[in-house]
C-alpha cells in the first residue's frame, strides 16, 4: 500500500505527530523554568510523552494547554516545522 503524506502534521520522533495548527511554542528541555512547568502540568495530567523512555531534548506547546515531550532537539523539530516536511504516516 502507498504511504500517504500528511504535510498539516510535525513529525515528533519515534513515529508520534502532531499537529502543526495546533502548536504554539517548541522550547529546549535545558532550563529549570521548562522542568518547572512540565513538573506542573504533569500533575494536571497535561503531558504527553513522546521521548519513549530516551532522554527529553525539547518541549512542545499546544493551544489546548497540553505539552508534548520529544527526544529530538529544538533545532531539529524547528527545522522540521519551518521547511514544511511532510511525515509519511501508513
Same mark, same amino acid.
Do not use: Q, W
Given at each position: 500500500?502507498?504511504?500517504?503524506?500528511?504535510?498539516?502534521?510535525?513529525?515528533?520522533?519515534?513515529?508520534?505527530?502532531?499537529?502543526?495548527?495546533?502548536?504554539?511554542?517548541? #522550547?529546549?528541555? +535545558? /532550563?529549570?523554568?521548562?522542568?518547572?512547568?512540565?513538573?506542573?502540568? @504533569?500533575? =494536571?495530567?497535561?503531558?504527553?510523552?513522546?521521548?519513549?523512555?530516551?532522554?527529553?531534548?525539547?518541549? #512542545?506547546?499546544? +493551544? /489546548?494547554?497540553?505539552?508534548?515531550?520529544?527526544?529530538?532537539?529544538? @533545532?531539529? =523539530?524547528?527545522?522540521?516545522?519551518?521547511?514544511?516536511?511532510?511525515?509519511?504516516?501508513?
Amino acid at each position: 500500500m502507498a504511504e500517504r503524506l500528511y504535510p498539516s502534521i510535525l513529525d515528533v520522533g519515534f513515529g508520534n505527530a502532531v499537529p502543526r495548527h495546533r502548536i504554539i511554542g517548541i #522550547v529546549g528541555f +535545558d /532550563s529549570e523554568p521548562v522542568r518547572t512547568m512540565v513538573h506542573e502540568l @504533569e500533575k =494536571l495530567h497535561r503531558v504527553i510523552d513522546a521521548s519513549r523512555g530516551r532522554k527529553v531534548k525539547s518541549v #512542545v506547546m499546544l +493551544d /489546548s494547554s497540553h505539552i508534548v515531550l520529544s527526544a529530538m532537539t529544538r @533545532e531539529t =523539530l524547528c527545522e522540521r516545522l519551518e521547511t514544511g516536511i511532510s511525515t509519511p504516516l501508513t
